[in-house]
């Protein structure tokens, strides 16, 4: 499969606890997305990354939000000290550097705060 | 105001309709016009790319942007219970360091009942 992948597909975690989820993008595209999705709801965006480069991240990511993407290949969203308000589906996105760039999703990883 | 209006639904028809998915927009700058598809837990599926106005058709599904209404739509026809699903509509414009974040809709949910 050379689609998005993304892990883990599932977490659940205690409030305050760190956790970390993995992306590997398509791999000739050189733009991944992180977004956010809750039920009902659009996804947000949180950040971009253009090679390894993080070029904007979104007001709705607080400090305890961090991603890298070391070399511009596979990509690590941290968030430290979860709250409740956190539980979503994260999403990644990849997109190549073409001028008909399309973003394509990884089925996302469901993060459950308790 | 949202940027992006998208009637949530839900959405219900028989097999074999003509399905008809709309949304408005509010930012003149958004020149990318998308719409996904995502199945229950699923990540969002690209279903249709349009760059600024005019129509595209593939198989069944019929995309139109009127960027004069700020206006799009999706037309599915001869609608199956495989497309069941949340139809996301979502758009960018051309920022700083080539990002296109998506601004989505809401999502309007579809139901084909056999």
């Known amino acids: 499969d050379t689609g998005v992948s993304q892990d883990p597909r599932h977490k659940i975690t205690k409030r305050g606890q760190n956790v970390t989820f993995r992306c590997d993008p398509i791999?000739?595209?050189?733009?991944l997305y992180w977004y956010r999705q809750t039920l009902g709801q659009g996804p947000e965006f949180l950040t971009y990354?253009?090679?390894?480069?993080?070029?904007?991240k979104s007001r709705l990511l607080s400090n305890r939000f961090s991603a890298e993407r070391p070399k511009g290949s596979f990509s690590t969203l941290e968030i430290q000290r979860t709250e409740q308000g956190d539980s979503a589906m994260y999403l990644c996105a990849s997109s190549p550097p073409t001028p008909q760039e399309t973003q394509y999703f990884g089925p996302g990883t469901r993060l459950l705060v308790l | 105001q949202k940027e992006v209006e998208q009637d949530p639904g839900p959405l219900s028809v028989p097999e074999g309709a003509i399905v008809s998915l709309n949304c408005t927009y509010s930012?003149?700058?958004?020149?990318?016009f998308m719409w996904y598809r995502q199945y229950s837990r699923k990540g969002p599926e690209l279903l249709m790319y349009?760059?600024s106005s005019g129509n595209k058709e593939d198989g069944r599904f019929t995309a139109q942007v009127d960027k004069s209404s700020k206006y799009i739509s999706l037309f599915i026809r001869d609608s199956q219970p495989s497309d069941s699903a949340t139809y996301l509509c979502a758009m960018s414009a051309e920022n700083a360091g080539n990002n296109r974040k998506l601004i989505w809709g809401l999502g309007t949910s579809l139901a084909v009942n056999p």
């Open positions: 349009t760059y």
């Open positions: 990354f253009q090679n390894e480069a993080q070029l904007e």
């Open positions: 930012n003149s700058a958004f020149q990318y």
């Open positions: 791999s000739e595209h050189n733009r």
